[in-house]
């Protein structure tokens, strides 16, 4: 018998996340870029970087929401994402997921409690994650 070696190209992909709505100023930016990237690589099994010069591009807005005030003292938030799959440019597939809430002491803890639960829904999407792999491989 034989032994092989395969060497496999990972496609790269930049990733651009953009905060938009009822952001608070001290949302963590590098902790979502961190998030999110952490996620691609494992469910679209894509690298991922912050440059511009790639043919694929990630673009993810998420768009924030606060709620009204509530008379025990905690603040809530909602989040969603709508998320593209660009190729040269030109968006080639979207999508948009619906609204996650989050409450804490103060937005900082909320927005962790939605932001993980965005996360963990888009990474359950199949639909999502079949339909990006699909562009990506292009």
């Known amino acids: 018998s034989k032994d092989f070696l395969l060497s496999i190209k990972k496609q790269t992909a930049g990733l651009v996340i953009d905060f938009n709505g009822d952001t608070d100023e001290v949302v963590n930016k590098e902790g979502a870029f961190s998030s999110f990237k952490s996620l691609f690589s494992e469910t679209l099994s894509v690298g ?3 440059s511009f010069d790639n043919r694929h591009t990630i673009n993810v807005d998420l768009g924030y929401r606060n709620a009204p005030p509530d008379s025990s003292g905690f603040t809530f938030i909602y989040i969603k994402a709508n998320i593209s799959v660009d190729i040269d440019g030109r968006s080639i597939f979207s999508t948009e ?4 809430k989050g409450g804490g ?3 900082t803890q909320a927005n962790e ?5 965005l996360i963990k829904a888009i990474k359950a999407d199949n639909d ?6 699909k562009v990506l491989a292009n």
Do not use: M, P, V, Y
């Open 48 to 50: 991922i970087d912050k």
């Open 97 to 100: 997921t619906k609204e996650f």
């Open 105 to 107: 002491l103060n937005w």
């Open 113 to 117: 409690k939605a932001f993980e639960k």
């Open 128 to 133: 999502f994650t079949a339909q990006a792999k």
